[in-house]
């Protein structure tokens, strides 16, 4: 049972090709994902405490079957129990990973007096805000599922505009219709 965690790379890569899930959910999501046990059938998966609870959750309803699938394929064995496991609930083991693309440009980005910069990849994640971005992002990935609607809450000069243009950007990109009010 040793090849899911050897093949562990390979099979994120081949849930992001497969899946068509892009560089930001797979940055936020799935890369930061460890495999923390295997014992027959059931395999543990370490998610960063970072993501707290709505890690856990969100990371289960998006990605838990396309894990289980893709393991199953890639390592032969006939059916598998992926189980998502909060970070500091287990003995430390910490890897972070991030990686910085470009978004394309858009005119309607202009338009709106938005600036491409701010993206997902280019937000500074602190202890302060790392729910917001989570909960921002994965509104963007999937509206109208998760946190509908989104509402932001802070006091003035709280940077609340800065989490907004990064999910009003990738909402674009994904659904190339605008649904915002800001």
Known sequence: M????EKWEEILQTVKSEYEVNDVPFNTWLKP???YEVDGKLIT?????EQAAIGVNY????????LQVTICV???MEECEVRFVLEKDLPKKTEKNTSYDKQVHDTRYEEAHLNPKYTFDTFVVGSNNK????AALAVAESPGDTYNPLFIYGGAASEKRILCIPLLILYWNTTKTAGFSM
């Open 2 to 5: 040793n090849t899911v965690i």
């Open 33 to 35: 994902l460890k495999v």
């Open 45 to 49: 998966v370490v998610v960063p405490s």
């Open 59 to 66: 990371i289960s309803k998006r990605y838990k079957i396309p």
């Open 74 to 76: 890639l390592t032969g």
């Open 131 to 134: 729910f917001a971005q989570a």
